[in-house]
T-cell receptor, first 114, second 114 residues
Framework: NAGVTQTPKFQVLKTGQSMTLQCAQD?????MYWYRQDPGMGLRLIYY???????DKGEVPNGYNVSRLNKREFSLRLESAAPSQTSVYFC?????????????FGPGTRLTVL | DAKTTQPPSMDCAEGRAANLPCNHS???????VYWYRQIHSQGPQYIIH???NNETNEMASLIITEDRKSSTLILPHATLRDTAVYYC???????????????FGTGTQLKVEL
């Protein structure tokens, strides 16, 4: 049981390049999330998915797209990377059950855009 | 979701109890208090949550005041490995998926020293 996995762990891009961050969970969770964390800041929600086939915007969605490929996988795409997107990206998942909704986080992807 | 206020930093001697306060004076009746921690830029880790009763698990205890306007996370015997940023989050239940998103502030940096 690996929990939440993310690839890659590190990435350096040039302005204008595109890339996809991958996230997978093996806990049979319904909900999945993408957050970003800038230095010295708390996490901010980019997009989330309440179930397979559904996605919704979070607090900072501009410049990103997501795909909930199946129940296990939730990817985040940067179509044209900008230096302002330099950040650490965390994926999370939760079972989404009333009364208890612990979110489990992946190890993060450290992205630098030059 | 209700806003929370935490001290930016605290120190604790190893082996002593660490008591981390959180104010959430605008909390409403259906909102839970969650605590997460983040160790050195790893993914956040769930610690504990509660509604109005005090809670205890293998990691910590959560004390919520009777009026629910504040709470304290207690690490009974802090170790060096407990050095982390601790986030107090108030979140309502009854919403699914993205409604269960966590709003992270800047948290409390706990430093456990010898």
């Amino acid at each position: 049981n690996a929990g939440v996995t993310q690839t890659p762990k590190f990435q350096v891009l040039k302005t204008g390049q595109s890339m996809t961050l991958q996230c997978a969970q093996d806990m049979n969770h319904n909900s999945m999330y993408w957050y970003r964390q800038d230095p010295g800041m708390g996490l901010r929600l980019i997009y989330y998915s309440a179930s397979e086939g559904t996605t919704d915007k979070g607090e900072v969605p501009n410049g990103y797209n997501v795909s909930r490929l199946n129940k296990r996988e939730f990817s985040l795409r940067l179509e044209s990377a900008a230096p302002s997107q330099t950040s650490v990206y965390f994926c999370a998942s939760s079972v989404d059950r009333v009364g208890t909704d612990t979110q489990y986080f992946g190890p993060g992807t450290r992205l630098t855009v030059l | 979701d209700a806003k929370t206020t935490q001290p930016p930093s605290m120190d604790c001697a190893e082996g002593r109890a660490a008591n981390l306060p959180c104010n959430h004076s605008t909390i409403s009746g259906n909102e839970y208090v969650y605590w997460y921690r983040q160790i050195h830029s790893q993914g956040p880790q769930y610690i504990i949550h509660g509604l109005k009763n005090n809670e205890t698990n293998e990691m910590a205890s959560l004390i919520i005041t009777e009026d629910r306007k504040s709470s304290t996370l207690i690490l009974p015997h802090a170790t060096l490995r407990d050095t982390a940023v601790y986030y107090c989050i108030v979140r309502g239940w009854g919403l699914t998926g993205g409604g269960n998103k966590l709003t992270f502030g800047t948290g409390t940096q706990l430093k456990v020293e010898l």
